[in-house]
Antibody, heavy 120, light 108 residues
Framework: EVQLVESGGGLVKPGGSLRLSCAAS????????MNWVRQAPGKGLEWVSS????????YYADSVKGRFTISRDNAKNSLYLQMNSLRAEDTAVYYC?????????????WGQGTLVTVSS | EIVLTQSPGTLSLSPGERATLSCRAS???????LAWYQQKPGQAPRLLIY???SRATGIPDRFSGSGSGTDFTLTISRLEPEDFAVYYC?????????FGQGTKLEIK
């Protein structure tokens, strides 16, 4: 069974840092691109970042570029999001999601999400 | 950045009725790069449609996707009680993904 389990969320002050993790199981992690998607309270979905299977390609939303860093460790079946210079508008549930296909768009498995709250 | 605009914002229908949800892109999107998701309160999104018209694994055939270019549609042929949720479209282009703002499908 495919499972994605996020951790690392919590309360942090503006300007602070946090590192999110996503533990993957039930599939060959090293074969799939992975993504972070966030959802502010009561709002819609916002794509944050993507990383290809071998980390060769990395993309960020403009809203987080220069502040967030995505990475992965295929030996540990884990995805990470290092978040620096956090702002109130970064408050959201952060989901990790698997890219289902290489040639078409679709995130087929999602974690349960981890809440990040940026507040003084 | 390609902007996706979903309409209507809220759709009020009864079980058994047909639902038609629209997703319009600010510029042309490859059909391969258009997906639809369903999200219920307190849950992660669920992939319904990928490649504009292909149903994801386990998705009932009452869900169908169509469209090309800048206009895409998600159709639910006959609404079941469990279909009332928020629906999002998603596209990929220029090394970035974007989501529409969502359509809330509510029970009338």
């Amino acid at each position: 069974e495919v499972q994605l389990v996020e951790s690392g969320g919590g309360l942090v002050k503006p300007g602070g840092s946090l590192r999110l993790s996503c533990a993957a199981s039930g599939f060959t992690f090293s074969s799939y691109s992975m993504n972070w998607v966030r959802q502010a309270p009561g709002k819609g979905l916002e794509w944050v970042s993507s990383i290809s299977s071998s980390s060769s390609y990395i993309y960020y939303a403009d809203s987080v570029k220069g502040r967030f860093t995505i990475s992965r460790d295929n030996a540990k079946n884990s995805l990470y999001l290092q978040m620096n210079s956090l702002r109130a508008e970064d408050t959201a549930v952060y989901y990790c999601a698997r890219d289902a296909y290489s040639a078409v768009v679709g995130f087929d498995y999602w974690g349960q999400g981890t809440l990040v709250t940026v507040s003084s | 950045e390609i902007v996706l605009t979903q309409s209507p914002g809220t759709l009020s229908l009864s079980p058994g009725e047909r639902a038609t949800l629209s997703c319009r892109a600010s510029q042309s999107v490859s059909s391969s790069y258009l997906a639809w998701y369903q999200q219920k309160p307190g849950q992660a999104p669920r992939l319904l449609i990928y490649g504009a018209s292909s149903r994801a694994t386990g998705i009932p055939d009452r869900f169908s996707g169509s469209g090309s270019g800048t206009d895409f549609t998600l159709t639910i042929s006959r609404l079941e009680p469990e279909d009332f949720a928020v629906y999002y479209c998603q596209q990929y282009g220029s090394s970035a993904y974007t989501f529409g703002q969502g359509t809330k499908l509510e029970i009338k």
